[in-house]
């Protein structure tokens, strides 16, 4: 198992248990009184704080089980989980700058992505981009073997 089917697998497992953990009432705290950013926010129901840092509501929680579950999934094969952790750095540093801007800090009504969930967001999207980019050297080595292959063939590209 390469690096980027590793960091896939274990990042699936970490948000499928993030998404699912967010729908447990003894986990998720119940905050007496709501930041006034909850106020933008469209969509309350099941809001609070995982583990008393991270501000969910049931999109939220949804949307971590599906980046679990495609992470899971996406771990099977080389090129899958590259591809899978390639667009999760991007679409997570995203969410991560959105968290960052006042006006887009609960995505436009849908889910909060302030506070310790910037933090969440930009340190995956980092691993994403490190390991769906960089990290596995021998798609490219294979890439070049291929070239070269062709080059003594004489086929053309």
């Known amino acids: 198992m390469k690096a980027a089917q590793k960091f896939a697998l274990i990042i699936g497992i970490i948000y499928l248990a993030i998404g699912l953990s967010g729908f447990i009432p003894a986990i998720v705290s119940q905050s007496g009184s709501m930041p006034p950013s909850i106020e933008k926010l ?20 949804i949307i971590h089980i599906v ?4 992470g899971i999934v996406a771990s099977i094969a080389l090129d899958s989980s590259r591809l899978f952790s390639g667009q999760l750095g991007i679409y997570y540093t995203t969410l991560a700058v959105l968290g960052l801007v ?18 969440l967001h930009g340190l995956t999207g980092a691993l ?14 294979l890439f070049k073997k291929e070239l070269k292959e062709d080059a003594v063939s004489g086929e053309i590209l």
């Open 128 to 141: 994403g981009i490190y390991f769906g980019f960089f990290a596995t050297p021998s798609l490219l080595k």
């Open 102 to 119: 006042p006006v887009a800090n609960t995505f436009f009504g849908l889910f909060p992505l302030y506070g310790a969930d910037v933090f």
């Open 42 to 61: 469209g969509v309350v129901s099941g809001f609070g704080y995982l583990m008393g840092l991270f501000p969910v509501n049931t999109p939220h929680n």
């Open 67 to 70: 980046t679990g579950l495609l």
